[in-house]
C-alpha cells in the first residue's frame, strides 16, 4: 500500500473517535500504564496533559493517538485498533485537522472558532516545505502548540498568547545554528524586541500591538511581498496607509522593489518616529532618494518648517498658560482647548504620508490658529495677574497703614498711667 493509502486509512480510522472520545475519558489506562513505566518520554506527555485544553474540553490520548483506552496491557496501543505511536511531520498535520478542518464536528463545541489553520498552513513557507520537500525543520501544528500542552491563545501561559508568540517563532528564526542552511536573517526577533510595537505590547499592556503572527498570519507564514506590506500595516494604521497607497511613492516604490512603509520605518525594528525622519537632515529619511535640488527634497524641507512651527508655537502658548494656571489665574478652558492644537500636529505628521504640502499644510494652518488663541489667552492671563498685583499692592499699602495707625493708637494709651499700677520707666 502506498504511503497517501495507508495515511487516509489511518484518517478514516480515526474519524470515528471525536464523538465517543470524551464519554472514554474516566478508564483511561493509557494514563495509568504510562505512569507506571516511570519512563520520562512516556510519563512526560501525561503530565503535561493536565494543562491541556483538549483534556479539558474531555478528550483522552485516543483522540489523537487512537487505539483502546480501555486495554490494559500493550494491546490498547494495537495498529489495528487505530493507534499511531509517535507521528510523522506530516502525520501531524492530518492528526490536528482530523478535527479542525472539520466544521461540522467542531462547531459543537465552538462555533466561532476558525477551521482553516489546515487550509492556511498548506500556503505557508512551512507548510509548502514540508509537502514538496520533505523539510524537517520548519515548523508543524506541535512546533507552535505543544502537543501535550495546547492551550488556547486568550490564556497567558499559551505559546501563542500574543506576548508568547515572538519566542516561541523565535526558537528557531532567532536560532542562527539551527537556521544556518537557510539564506534569511535571523534577526527577527531580537530586532522586534526593540521596537514600539513590542514596548506597547509588553511596556503598556497593549495586546493590539502587533506580533509576528499579525503581519504574517496565523498560519499562513510568509514575508509580505512588496506589493502588500502596506496592506499588513493598515490593518491598524489605516489613515496612514490610505494616504500612501494615493501618493507618489505607492507606485515608485514597487517599481524600485521597496517594501512600502517598511522603506521608511523597517518592518521588525520600528522606532518611534519624529520630525527628525522628515526633511533632508542627518537622520532623515527622505535624504535617502531626495537632494535639496530636486522637487521631493523641497517637499521635505517646507512639511518640515511647517510641522516644527506648529510644534513651536503649540508650546509656546502651553508655555505661557501653564505659567498663568501656576500663579493662580484660571486658564483650565483655554489649556484644554490648546489639545486642538496638539491634534492636529498629531494629524499634521500623519498627513506626511500624502508626500505633498497642501494637506500637512491645511493641518498646520488649523493648528496654528488654535495656538494663537491659546497663546493670546495667555498674555491676557499674564496682564491680568499685572494687574492683580497692582491692586494688592495697593491694599497691602492701605492695611500697613491701618496696622500702623493702630499701633500708635495703642502706644498713646499706653502712655497714660493707670491708677494703681507702679510708674513706669
Ligand atoms: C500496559 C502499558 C501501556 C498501555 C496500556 C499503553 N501504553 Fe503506550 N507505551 C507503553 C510503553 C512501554 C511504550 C514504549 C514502547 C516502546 O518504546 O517501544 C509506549 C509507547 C507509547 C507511545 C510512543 C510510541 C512511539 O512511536 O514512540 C505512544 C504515543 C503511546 N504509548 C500512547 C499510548 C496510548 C494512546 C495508549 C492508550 C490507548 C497507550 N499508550 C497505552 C505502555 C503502555
Ligand atoms: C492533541 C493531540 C494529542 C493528544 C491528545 C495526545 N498526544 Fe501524544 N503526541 C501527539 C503528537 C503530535 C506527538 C508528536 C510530538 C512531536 O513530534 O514532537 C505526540 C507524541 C507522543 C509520545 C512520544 C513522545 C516522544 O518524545 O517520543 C508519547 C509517548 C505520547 N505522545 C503519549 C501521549 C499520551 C500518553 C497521551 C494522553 C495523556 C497523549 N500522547 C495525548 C499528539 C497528541
Ligand atoms: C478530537 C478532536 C481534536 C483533535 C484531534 C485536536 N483538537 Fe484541538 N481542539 C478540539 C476541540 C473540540 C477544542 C476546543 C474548542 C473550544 O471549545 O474552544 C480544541 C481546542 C484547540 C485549541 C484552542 C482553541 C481556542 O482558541 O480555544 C488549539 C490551539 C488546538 N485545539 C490545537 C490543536 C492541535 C495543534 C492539534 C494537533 C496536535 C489538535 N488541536 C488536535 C478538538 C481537537
Ligand atoms: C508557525 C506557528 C504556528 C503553526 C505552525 C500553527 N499554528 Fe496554530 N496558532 C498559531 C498562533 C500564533 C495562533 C494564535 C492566533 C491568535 O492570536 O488568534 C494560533 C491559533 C490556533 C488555533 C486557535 C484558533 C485560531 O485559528 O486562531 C487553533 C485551533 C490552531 N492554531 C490550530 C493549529 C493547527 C491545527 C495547526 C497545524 C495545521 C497549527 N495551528 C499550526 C501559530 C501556529
Ligand atoms: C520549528 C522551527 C520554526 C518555527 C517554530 C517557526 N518557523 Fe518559520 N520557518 C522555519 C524554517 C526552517 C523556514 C524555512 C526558511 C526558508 O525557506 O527560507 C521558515 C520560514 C518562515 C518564513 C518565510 C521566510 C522566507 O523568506 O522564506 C516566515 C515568514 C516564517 N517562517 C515566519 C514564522 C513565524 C511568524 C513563526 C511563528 C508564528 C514561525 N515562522 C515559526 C522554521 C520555523
Ligand atoms: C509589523 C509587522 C511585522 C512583525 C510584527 C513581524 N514581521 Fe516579519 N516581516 C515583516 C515584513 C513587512 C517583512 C518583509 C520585508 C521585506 O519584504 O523586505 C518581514 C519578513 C520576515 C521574514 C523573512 C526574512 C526577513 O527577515 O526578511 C521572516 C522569517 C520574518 N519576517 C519573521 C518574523 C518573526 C519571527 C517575527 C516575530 C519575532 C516577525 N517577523 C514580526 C513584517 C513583520
Ligand atoms: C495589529 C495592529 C498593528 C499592525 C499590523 C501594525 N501596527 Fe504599528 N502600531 C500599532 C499599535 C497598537 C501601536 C502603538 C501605539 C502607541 O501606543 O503609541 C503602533 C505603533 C506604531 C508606530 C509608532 C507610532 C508613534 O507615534 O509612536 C509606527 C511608526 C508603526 N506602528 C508603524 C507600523 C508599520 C510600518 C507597520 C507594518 C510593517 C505596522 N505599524 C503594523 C498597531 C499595529
Ligand atoms: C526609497 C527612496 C525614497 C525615499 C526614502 C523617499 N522618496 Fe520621495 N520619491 C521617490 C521616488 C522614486 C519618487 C518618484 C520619482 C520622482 O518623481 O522623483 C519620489 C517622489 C517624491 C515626490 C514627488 C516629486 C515630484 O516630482 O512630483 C515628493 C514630493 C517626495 N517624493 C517626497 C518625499 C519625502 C517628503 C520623503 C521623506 C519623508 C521621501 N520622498 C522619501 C523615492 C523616495
Ligand atoms: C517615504 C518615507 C515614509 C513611508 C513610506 C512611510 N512613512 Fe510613516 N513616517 C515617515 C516620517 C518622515 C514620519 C515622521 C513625521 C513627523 O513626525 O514629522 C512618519 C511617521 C509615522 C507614524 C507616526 C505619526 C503618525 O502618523 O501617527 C506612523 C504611525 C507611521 N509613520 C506609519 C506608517 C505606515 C503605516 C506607513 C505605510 C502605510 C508609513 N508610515 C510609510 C515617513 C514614511
Known sequence: MSASGLAGLVVLALLAWPGVAAAQAPVDKCVACHLETGDE???????????????????????????????????AMDPAK?????????????????????????????????????????????????????????????????????????????????????????????????????????????????????????????????????????????????????????????????????????KAFVEMGNPGCATCHENHGIQTPGDFLLGLGDKAVCSTCHGAGDKGGKVAVEMRALIESLSAETQKAGAILEKAHHAGVEVSQAQFDLNGAKETLVKARTAVHSFAVAPVNEEVKAGLAIAAKGYARGVRA????????????????????????????????????????????
Not at 42 to 67: E, M, N, R, S, Y
Request: glycine share 8%; hydrophobic share 35%; net charge positive.
Open 41 to 75: 518520554r512516556l510519563t512526560a506527555p501525561v503530565k503535561a496533559f493536565d494543562g491541556d485544553i483538549h483534556k479539558a474540553k474531555g478528550f483522552g490520548c485516543v483522540a489523537c493517538h487512537g487505539g483502546d483506552a480501555k486495554a490494559d496491557g500493550p494491546e
Open 82 to 250: 487505530g493507534f499511531v505511536g509517535k507521528p510523522s511531520r506530516q502525520q501531524i498535520v492530518q492528526f490536528c485537522g482530523r478535527c479542525h478542518a472539520d466544521a461540522a464536528f467542531m462547531k459543537r463545541y465552538n462555533p466561532s472558532l476558525r477551521v482553516d489553520q489546515v487550509a492556511e498552513y498548506a500556503t505557508s513557507v512551512h507548510g509548502r516545505r514540508l509537502r514538496e520537500l520533505g523539510d524537517p525543520k520548519v515548523a508543524t501544528c506541535v512546533s507552535c502548540h505543544p502537543a501535550h500542552n495546547i492551550r488556547p491563545p486568550s490564556d497567558p501561559k499559551s505559546s501563542v498568547y500574543p506576548v508568547q508568540v515572538a519566542d516561541t517563532c523565535g526558537r528557531c528564526h532567532g536560532d542562527a545554528k539551527y537556521m544556518a542552511s537557510y539564506k534569511i536573517p535571523t534577526d527577527q526577533m531580537t530586532k522586534y524586541k526593540t521596537s514600539v510595537h513590542w514596548k506597547a505590547m509588553t511596556a503598556k499592556g497593549d495586546l493590539s500591538a502587533p506580533t509576528c503572527n499579525d503581519c504574517h498570519g496565523n498560519h499562513g507564514a510568509v514575508p509580505p511581498g512588496i506589493n502588500w506590506v502596506g496592506n499588513v500595516c493598515g490593518q491598524c494604521h489605516s489613515l496612514t496607509a490610505d494616504l500612501f497607497k494615493k501618493s507618489v511613492h505607492a
Open 382 to 425: 499674564m496682564d491680568e495677574l499685572r494687574l492683580r498685583r497692582v491692586w494688592l499692592g495697593v491694599v497691602l499699602v492701605v492695611i500697613l497703614a491701618l496696622i500702623a495707625g493702630l499701633v500708635m493708637k495703642i502706644r498713646q494709651a499706653d502712655r497714660r498711667p493707670v491708677a494703681g499700677s507702679p510708674p513706669k520707666h
